[in-house]
């Protein structure tokens, strides 16, 4: 249930630094020319690249839908099947439709989205992040497993061709397998682009379904904090008096917004400095694989993160599920 860092250099997918001359050289190559020579292997290759340069476009403006026809353009499972903007939703910048066909007038799977969000509410934050799912969010289609969770991953590899770099991690690979007790799928995709200071308050990722988070570093460096919920229950009592016992902590954590326990968990440098005296502060660097637990909302990794640094942060975060 604690959180668990791993390396993924013993990936059989090499990991393109951006460090890497070799690899800035192919700052412009779109994505979608990887694919058929392997993402897994070709030097040529330089997606994880690609991808920091199409966020950097995003952030001036480009259109999304622009760079996912350029990463798309001689794909042939994919048609582009419309784009929606959520009106409610502020932070949703544009969410791309595709369907999968089979054969004229049949599907192997419809409404496969990406949607591209800012990550936070502060318009100083201009941090981004594409998930992947398909269906109605509403009605939360995507926790019932079926062959449009297949595809939907799919879809995902084929924008970004480095979930390689995770999907066939064999250090990984291991953990999950030792880990769980049935074979399991990495879901729900969201690649991360996390600008310098941007990110995420604390929250849990605990769904239905979900066992977990596995949370890869591909390019800069993301600061994380993280821990079991019941950890961070005892920390939250230590450090804010006004919160009340750990039974009242407890509640509010499960509760509607409350102004007192946000400030408290994400506005309070002692309990920042109490976890990072107790190893509960991270800081993940190109490689780095973080395993999120969520047995339960009572039983979870609690986490918040943030980019720090000067470079540019890539990273993939996945649902871990059971396969059907
Ligand atoms: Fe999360």
């Keep these: 249930m604690k959180p668990l860092l791993l390396g993924l250099e013993r990936s059989s997918v ?8 070799s690899v800035t050289s192919g700052s412009t190559t779109p994505a979608s020319r990887c694919r058929s020579s392997s993402a897994s292997s070709s030097p ?19 259109r999304f839908l622009d760079e996912l026809e350029q990463r798309l353009w001689d794909d042939e499972d994919f048609v582009y099947a419309g784009s929606t903007v959520d009106a409610v939703d502020h932070r949703e910048i544009e969410k791309i439709f595709v369907d999968a066909p089979a ?31 398909f269906g109605h ?21 084929r ?16 953990v999950l397998d030792a880990c769980l007790d049935r074979s399991w799928r990495l879901s729900e995709r969201i690649v991360y682009a996390n600008t310098p200071g941007g990110g995420a ?12 988070v596995v949370f890869a570093q591909l390019a800069g460096h993301t600061v994380w904090l993280a821990l079991p919920r019941a950890e961070l229950v005892d920390r939250l009592a230590e450090t804010s008096a006004g ?5 009242s902590i407890g509640a509010a954590l499960d509760g509607e917004p409350d102004p007192r326990l946000w400030d408290a968990l994400n506005a309070n440098p002692t309990l920042t400095a109490q976890l990072a005296s107790t190893g509960r502060l991270l800081v993940l ?25 000067d470079a540019r942060s890539l990273a993939h975060s996945y649902g871990i599920f059971d396969h059907a």
């Design 44 to 62: 040529s290759c330089f997606s994880i690249e690609a991808s920091l340069a199409m966020f950097a476009r995003l952030r001036e403006g480009a």
């Design 285 to 309: 660097t190109p490689g780095d694989a973080l395993l999120l637990p969520s047995h339960s909302a009572e039983c979870c990794a609690w986490h918040s993160v943030f980019g720090v640094g």
């Design 159 to 174: 924008v970004f061709p480095e979930c390689a770099v995770i999907t066939e991690s064999t250090p990984l690979r291991a």
């Design 137 to 157: 969010e509403a009605t939360r289609d995507w926790l019932t497993p079926g062959p449009r969770t297949e595809w939907s991953d799919r879809f995902a590899e």
């Design 201 to 212: 308050m604390f929250h849990h990722d605990a769904d239905p379904g979900q066992r977990g």
């Design 103 to 133: 054969a004229p007038g049949r599907y192997h799977a419809r409404d496969l989205s990406a949607k591209l969000s800012w990550i936070a509410d502060d318009e100083q934050d201009d941090s981004l992040r594409v998930r992947f799912s």
């Design 243 to 247: 919160l009340g016992d750990a039974d």
């Design 14 to 21: 090499p990991i393109w630094r951006i460090e890497n001359s």
